[in-house]
């Protein structure tokens, strides 16, 4: 049982069930209920301490792999819960799982998301650069341009705010 054994994963299931759980959770604003439930499927997904990390790449991937969707979902739970530093490291492994399975829409998409978190940190600098990066590499992603022209309109520079 799940509850008498929390350590013990008996389903393969689990770790879907908490991650849907924690998307209904966000429908309710309960971030820290879905940062709960999401942490806990991402502590399911991961391999054991004991047991050696097993590489992205290769012919055969883990039996049960972390999925980058859930650490963007706790990425943005996080954020709207001001944890802005934790959110970025979910997106930046996002970012690297994303990229080490050729999904490059989805790891520009993550690494916008970190932007965000970094400008939520007040690291303004780095969160400019970053979305300079990320509409370099896929100019599709809108956000960042609507990010960039909002950061040039607060620093009054209309022509680049156009």
Same mark, same amino acid.
């Given at each position: 049982? $799940? @509850?008498? /054994?929390?350590g013990?994963? +008996?389903?393969?299931?689990?770790?879907?069930?908490?991650a849907? =759980?924690a998307?209904?959770?966000e429908?309710l604003?309960?971030?820290e209920?879905?940062?709960?439930d999401?942490?806990?499927?991402i502590?399911?997904w991961?391999?054991?301490?004991?047991?050696?990390?097993?590489?992205?790449r290769?012919?055969?991937?883990?039996?049960?792999?972390?999925?980058?969707?859930?650490?963007? $979902? @706790?990425? /943005?739970a996080l954020?709207? +819960?001001?944890?802005?530093r934790e959110?970025l490291?979910?997106? =930046?492994?996002a970012?690297d799982i994303?990229?080490?399975y050729?999904?490059l829409?989805e790891?520009?998409l993550?690494k916008?998301?970190?932007?965000?978190?970094?400008?939520?940190?007040?690291r303004f600098?780095?969160?400019?650069t970053?979305?300079k990066?990320?509409?370099?590499k896929?100019?599709?992603v809108?956000?960042m341009?609507v990010?960039?022209?909002a950061i040039?309109?607060?620093?009054g520079?209309?022509?680049?705010?156009e």
């Amino acid at each position: 049982d $799940f @509850r008498r /054994n929390p350590g013990k994963t +008996l389903y393969v299931e689990y770790p879907d069930a908490l991650a849907k =759980r924690a998307l209904a959770k966000e429908e309710l604003k309960e971030w820290e209920g879905a940062v709960e439930d999401y942490s806990r499927a991402i502590s399911l997904w991961r391999p054991p301490p004991s047991t050696p990390d097993k590489p992205l790449r290769g012919n055969a991937p883990p039996s049960r792999e972390m999925n980058p969707l859930v650490l963007n $979902f @706790r990425g /943005n739970a996080l954020s709207q +819960l001001g944890r802005y530093r934790e959110a970025l490291a979910d997106y =930046r492994e996002a970012t690297d799982i994303f990229l080490t399975y050729g999904e490059l829409r989805e790891a520009s998409l993550s690494k916008a998301n970190g932007a965000l978190a970094m400008y939520g940190d007040q690291r303004f600098d780095e969160a400019e650069t970053t979305m300079k990066a990320v509409i370099r590499k896929d100019p599709g992603v809108t956000d960042m341009h609507v990010a960039l022209a909002a950061i040039y309109w607060n620093q009054g520079d209309v022509g680049r705010a156009e």
